[in-house]
């Protein structure tokens, strides 16, 4: 009578040890489901200014952070403006000389600052009535999130020295 309590009290409590593996099992699985399914980028982009070429007339480098929360890196590859007839390139700096490139890496969980001296967008041949305080919107493409619109404000001229192409 006894060893038959003690045998059905060890079922009750491998049915719970099992019952909790299960448990657990489920949790890790849906855990990993949910890993590759947000396997992509996030990108976020803040602090977008405008600064007027002190050099070269209707030119303007616009500087801004972009932030990538997600789980895999992307690359911006190209970026448009609202102006008629403005050409819009990548630029880095490199010994003090602006270059164009071809794309700017966004690590996943990382960030990268376009900042005087440095990266930058680089807008050519803007309207003339284009002034400090003028709004326009730029268009920035992505290799896997597409299309990021944003409004920029031109601040002042950049007065950051540096020698052009
Ligand atoms: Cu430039």
């Known amino acids: 009578m006894k060893t038959d309590i ?3 009290r060890l079922k009750q409590s491998a049915t719970k040890i099992l019952s ?3 448990f657990i099992a489920l949790l890790s699985g849906a855990a990993k489901g949910m890993g ?9 982009i803040e602090a977008q200014e405008a600064r007027l070429s002190p050099v070269i007339i209707g030119s303007a480098s616009v500087f801004m ?3 990538n929360r997600g789980e895999s890196a992307d690359n911006l590859i190209g970026a448009k403006a609202d102006l008629p ?11 003090g000389k602006m270059v164009k490139i071809e794309k700017v890496q966004i690590p996943s969980g990382g960030a990268v600052k376009l900042k005087p001296g440095s990266l930058h ?6 309207p003339e009535d284009i002034k400090e305080g003028s709004e326009f919107k730029i268009l920035l493409l992505f290799e896997k999130s597409g299309e990021k619109q944003i409004n920029v404000t ?5 007065t950051h020295k540096h020698m052009h192409h």
Request: net charge negative; hydrophobic share 50%.
């Open 6 to 8: 003690y045998l059905i």
């Open 20 to 22: 909790v593996l299960f």
């Open 36 to 44: 590759t399914s947000q396997r992509s980028p996030l990108i976020n």
């Open 65 to 67: 952070d972009i932030s």
């Open 85 to 95: 007839d403005a050409i819009v390139e990548i630029h880095d700096t490199k010994n």
């Open 121 to 126: 967008i680089m807008i050519f041949h803007m």
């Open 154 to 158: 031109v601040k002042g001229v950049d």
